[in-house]
């Protein structure tokens, strides 16, 4: 979802094809060096991985990076060709799953044939001491909040500043659990939420008093009234707030919640747009001012800045000795954030503006070599 929305907004906002490209292909060199040597030395015992599985997926990622370059080779990229990233992806999706089906009957087939034993079957794991210590020694006390009994300076310090971003995302986001405190929290989060949309996807000229964009012209029985845009959908969320209070109990989820959990997509996503945007805009205003190009900052600031998910989870993966989970993430997030999200971010340009035009720089094809290089070994 990162690389899908800065994609979209370096593309369609900030008409930077440069910096999109070099983040994708600075991504993809980032997840298959670096993260993967984070999982073979983290990962406690040898590093299993299942042979065909792997040599699918290396080959697949070593195969989109050329796509990519091929795409951008004649300097335009059509809305056929935008189009096609995500025929290739449905290709892969199809190498994924047809394989496993085909397999998966055949062993049903034998497993009709064979007696079981009661104990055959997969089974989780128990919960090792160090977790169970974690949870002993936390508890939740607010939405997206720990509160240790063993606090330190740092711990003090980092919960101060997520404070203020926990309780706006909590006024916006409604969460999946349901409990007094939850229950106030998102009564208010239609009305907090349809106006962080209008800053998201607005700005703050969406505030402005404009009776050509902004405003809405409703006619009543006996007046005609401007109302702003913004208002408007105030007035609408205040009104969805009181419903969710005066239809709910603190005692168990209300039968609408999955509305809520709806809700909670789509804030989501404008959450993402809004920082999506900062984010651009922080590169290009240092791109501008410290004289660097777009291509040197979405190779190495923006693909940093947009891995960092993958290197968490990827090394929390191997610590538990899921190494064969973690090698596969390596490889499939550069394969669905190369495909997916620039197809969502080209295909909606070319279909509004036309043809875009493309040329890859050399620190970009730079990096689609060593990417290259790197699958190969």
């Given at each position: 979802?990162?690389?899908?929305?800065?994609?979209?907004?370096?593309?369609?906002?900030?008409?930077?094809?440069?910096?999109?490209?070099?983040e994708?292909?600075?991504?993809?060199?980032?997840?298959?060096?670096?993260?993967?040597a984070?999982?073979?030395?983290?990962?406690?015992?040898?590093?299993?991985?299942?042979?065909?599985?792997?040599?699918?997926?290396?080959?697949?990622?070593?195969?989109?990076?050329?796509?990519m370059?091929?795409?951008?080779?004649?300097n335009?990229?059509?809305?056929?060709?935008?189009?096609?990233?995500?025929?290739?992806?449905?290709?892969?999706?199809?190498?994924?799953?047809?394989?496993?089906?085909?397999?998966?009957?055949?062993?049903?087939?034998?497993?009709?044939?064979?007696?079981?034993?009661?104990?055959?079957?997969?089974?989780?794991?128990?919960?090792?001491?160090?977790?169970?210590?974690?949870?002993?020694d936390?508890?939740?006390?607010?939405?997206?909040?720990?509160?240790?009994?063993?606090?330190?300076?740092?711990?003090?310090?980092?919960?101060?500043?997520?404070?203020?971003?926990?309780?706006?995302?909590?006024?916006?986001?409604?969460?999946?659990?349901?409990?007094?405190?939850?229950?106030?929290?998102?009564?208010?989060?239609?009305?907090?939420?349809?106006?962080?949309?209008?800053l998201?996807?607005?700005?703050?000229?969406?505030?402005?008093?404009?009776?050509e964009?902004?405003?809405?012209?409703?006619?009543?029985?006996?007046?005609?009234?401007n109302?702003?845009?913004?208002?408007?959908?105030?007035?609408?969320?205040?009104?969805?707030?009181?419903?969710?209070?005066?239809?709910?109990?603190?005692?168990?989820?209300?039968?609408?919640?999955?509305?809520?959990?709806?809700?909670?997509?789509?804030?989501?996503?404008?959450?993402?747009?809004?920082?999506?945007?900062?984010?651009?805009?922080?590169?290009?205003?240092?791109?501008?001012?410290?004289?660097?190009?777009?291509?040197?900052?979405?190779?190495?600031?923006?693909?940093?800045?947009?891995?960092?998910?993958?290197?968490?989870?990827?090394?929390?993966?191997?610590?538990?000795?899921?190494?064969?989970?973690?090698v596969?993430?390596?490889?499939?997030?550069?394969?669905?954030?190369?495909?997916?999200?620039?197809?969502?971010?080209?295909?909606?340009?070319?279909?509004?503006?036309?043809?875009?035009?493309?040329?890859?720089?050399?620190?970009?094809?730079?990096?689609?070599?060593?990417?290259?290089?790197?699958?190969?070994?």
């Amino acid at each position: 979802m990162p690389d899908a929305m800065t994609a979209c907004s370096s593309v369609n906002k900030a008409n930077d094809l440069p910096l999109t490209m070099g983040e994708f292909l600075g991504a993809a060199n980032f997840i298959c060096i670096f993260v993967l040597a984070v999982v073979l030395l983290v990962n406690p015992g040898p590093t299993e991985v299942d042979g065909l599985p792997f040599l699918r997926d290396s080959i697949v990622c070593l195969l989109v990076v050329v796509f990519m370059v091929a795409v951008t080779w004649d300097n335009k990229i059509t809305l056929s060709e935008s189009m096609s990233f995500f025929a290739v992806y449905a290709c892969y999706i199809a190498l994924v799953l047809l394989p496993g089906r085909l397999c998966f009957q055949v062993e049903m087939v034998r497993a009709d044939e064979e007696p079981t034993s009661p104990s055959d079957g997969n089974f989780l794991p128990l919960a090792s001491e160090s977790e169970a210590e974690d949870l002993e020694d936390s508890k939740l006390v607010g939405p997206g909040l720990l509160a240790y009994n063993r606090p330190s300076t740092l711990r003090l310090v980092l919960a101060t500043l997520e404070l203020p971003f926990t309780l706006a995302r909590s006024l916006c986001i409604p969460s999946a659990t349901w409990s007094r405190k939850e229950r106030l929290l998102s009564a208010a989060c239609p009305a907090c939420g349809v106006i962080f949309m209008f800053l998201s996807y607005g700005g703050w000229e969406a505030f402005e008093a404009s009776d050509e964009v902004h405003w809405a012209k409703l006619e009543t029985p006996s007046e005609v009234l401007n109302v702003p845009g913004w208002a408007l959908a105030l007035v609408v969320g205040l009104l969805a707030s009181t419903a969710v209070l005066c239809l709910s109990s603190a005692r168990e989820p209300p039968a609408w919640h999955l509305l809520l959990l709806l809700w909670a997509v789509v804030t989501a996503v404008s959450w993402f747009n809004l920082l999506a945007n900062e984010c651009v805009a922080v590169l290009e205003a240092f791109g501008l001012n410290l004289g660097i190009s777009s291509s040197v900052l979405g190779i190495t600031v923006l693909a940093w800045g947009n891995s960092v998910g993958d290197l968490v989870a990827d090394r929390a993966l191997a610590k538990q000795n899921r190494s064969k989970m973690a090698v596969a993430g390596v490889y499939g997030s550069p394969i669905l954030s190369d495909l997916l999200g620039l197809g969502v971010a080209l295909t909606s340009h070319v279909s509004q503006h036309g043809a875009l035009e493309s040329q890859l720089s050399k620190q970009q094809l730079a990096g689609a070599d060593v990417s290259v290089f790197a699958k190969h070994l």
